[in-house]
């Protein structure tokens, strides 16, 4: 392997100083010692700070989720998506309606929304999943556009007004109603989000996912079924969202269609695209980046979203293969 | 003769309303090895492709062990037995070594067989064997040509597509790659259609061959027949 390292190109000052940081986690006892020490200090830190500050963290996780579900589409079998909201949105409404309209216990509505996603998912990617690359992409983003106006005009979402007194979750006898109980929901829900992506990395079912990333043809000509494995993919980022999307709803009580607009799935999109496409220490790097640099650059005032966009292209001119991808740039071109 | 086990049957193949095959018959053996031979754009990769259902046939039919798999999806004809070696080798070079070859064995699910196969198609070729943990786009032209062949026989293929094998490497090489075709061939007894525009190679170690020349084959004999008339190899092989 010191070969393949010899051969890294240098293209610009930042890369070889991220490459050698990330370097330092190739070491295991580094790695899982950092995790540890991560886990402990996300753990005491709604103990140590504002409820302002638990919001963004609690907003933070919410991202890792949405992002890896849909880093399983994007990072995984490699289908560009530009209509995840709307996934994320049928969950939310499916546990808004159940839940205000026919009080259905919160956690009752999981599995509805998960189904409701699994076929939403199968209705968009059956007919689609035989496009590639930009034509997919358009009609994602079609259906995300659908989705969310026929939300706002249907009679039993509510409309544009959307849907109020979703029910607040119980655990073990405790309502969930304060933020540091949503911040520890959606830091488990994350950690969850984690190990699931991990598996299904490394399962027969990932392993097919990369080599249908890497070379389409040559994976079909090696047996795997690229519409089945694209469809699977399709189905579990979509129940991932889904998933997210009942949580959101729980969380807020209240949801309306400006929700989950284009902009979300861009957002979401984004902070797939930054980190790294396709690894999961790349995906919660990016939704970190995604959520806090506008918080942190809120001292700022107006002009923190022009800081925010001039950031992203600086990061993605110089590392358009996100800050942490998943492999180490090597050009094997010639 | 024996009823072929593979045959195409007035088989044609277009891209939009571009004819790339125009109703081709070809039959080839159990145990034989085939060529296939033409120019560029003569639709040789295109027969190979439409074989194992990369593209879709517009109308005739692909027999093979006497089902029509014509438009079967290209995993369940893998599962026949029916491995294609894609035109450019089409070797994942983001990988290792072992991981394309493992990638081979995909549609198996024991791991015993899957080190038994490994181990023999390293000793087929023993280059693969040395460099197991390299990235496959760090291997040379002939490697990366072993490579896919190797990744191909991890399926234990009863009929081998192999889409011009000999391209861009140098002679000694290409001996080498055709003597191990010729090995599989022999003590496998795999079925072995092969795609050339080295045509004085194939003729050497094919059985039969076919010319295709725009679409349509032009000629068909056996290999030794043909590489004996001069006039046919100049008009059609070139030089």
């Excluded at chain 1, 010191?2 to 050698?20: C, D, R, S, V, Y």
């Excluded at chain 2, 450019?88 to 983001?94: L, N, P, T």
Aim: glycine letters at 10%.
């Amino acid at each position: 392997m010191a070969e393949t390292k010899n051969k890294h190109k240098i293209k610009n000052p930042f890369e070889g100083i991220i490459e050698k940081l990330f370097m330092i986690f190739e070491n295991k006892i580094y790695l899982y010692g950092f995790f540890a020490a991560l886990v402990v200090f996300l753990v005491i830190f709604p103990n140590t700070s504002s409820r302002f500050t638990q919001e963004i963290m609690t907003n933070l996780f919410f991202y890792v989720v949405v992002c890896l579900g849909l880093n399983i589409i994007v990072g995984y079998a490699g289908l560009l998506h530009l209509g995840y909201a709307a996934f994320f949105a049928v969950g939310a409404y499916t546990t808004g309606i159940l839940s205000s309209r026919m009080g259905m216990d919160f956690w009752l509505t999981i599995p509805f929304s998960i189904v409701a996603a699994v076929i939403a998912g199968l209705a968009i990617g059956f007919p689609t999943l035989r496009l590639r690359g930009d034509y997919l992409a358009i009609v994602t983003l079609g259906f995300g556009e659908i989705t969310r106006l026929t939300i706002r005009n249907l009679d039993v979402t509510g409309g544009a007004i959307g849907l109020i007194g979703i029910q607040r979750p119980e655990f073990f006898g405790i309502t969930l109603n304060q933020i540091s109980h949503f911040y520890y929901m959606f830091f488990i829900l994350a950690i969850l989000a984690i190990i699931v992506s991990y598996r299904l990395e490394n399962s027969r079912m990932g392993r097919a996912w990369e080599y249908i990333r890497e070379d389409e043809d040559a994976a079909a000509a090696m047996g795997i079924n690229v519409t089945t494995s694209r469809l699977y993919a399709f189905i579990i980022g979509s129940a991932f969202g889904a998933v997210a999307g009942s949580f959101f709803a729980a969380k807020m009580t209240a949801i309306s269609p400006d929700s989950f607009m284009f902009i979300h799935s861009v957002m979401f999109l984004m902070a797939v695209v930054l980190g790294g496409m396709g690894k999961i220490p790349g995906v919660v790097l990016g939704s970190v980046l995604v959520v806090l640099i506008p918080e942190v650059a809120r001292g700022i005032g107006p002009y923190r979203l022009l800081i925010f966009g001039f950031l992203l292209l600086i990061i993605m001119l110089y590392r358009p293969q996100g800050i942490w991808p998943e492999k180490p740039t090597i050009s094997t071109d010639e | 003769m024996n009823e072929p086990v593979l045959s195409l049957k007035n088989l044609e193949t277009r891209y939009g309303q571009i004819y790339a095959l125009r109703g081709i018959n070809i039959d080839v053996q159990e145990g034989e090895i085939v060529a296939l031979l033409g120019a560029n754009g003569a639709g040789k990769s295109t027969t190979l492709k439409t074989i194992s259902s990369l593209i879709n046939a517009s109308s005739g039919s692909v027999i093979y062990k006497g089902e029509d798999i014509t438009y079967r999806q290209p995993h369940s004809i893998v599962e026949m037995g029916v491995i294609h070696v894609p035109e450019g080798r089409m070797i994942f070079k983001e990988l290792t070594v072992k991981e394309n070859l493992e990638l081979g064995s995909f549609t198996l699910h024991d791991n015993d067989i899957r080190k038994k196969r490994l181990e023999r198609v390293y000793e087929l070729f023993p280059v693969l064997g040395e460099r197991q943990q390299q990235m496959g786009g760090f291997l040379s032209g002939g490697e990366q040509q072993m490579l896919a062949m190797g990744r191909a026989l991890m399926t234990e293929p009863k009929l081998l597509l192999l889409d011009e094998p000999s391209m861009g490497l140098a002679p000694l090489i290409v001996k080498n790659i055709m003597d191990i075709i010729k090995q599989i061939n022999k003590e496998q007894g795999t079925t072995i259609l092969l795609v050339e525009q080295n045509a004085k190679a194939a003729l050497k170690f094919a059985n039969r061959a076919y010319v295709l020349e725009t679409g349509e084959i032009v000629m068909e004999g056996s290999a030794e027949e043909m590489s004996k008339d001069e006039s046919i190899v100049k008009a059609y092989l070139g030089e």
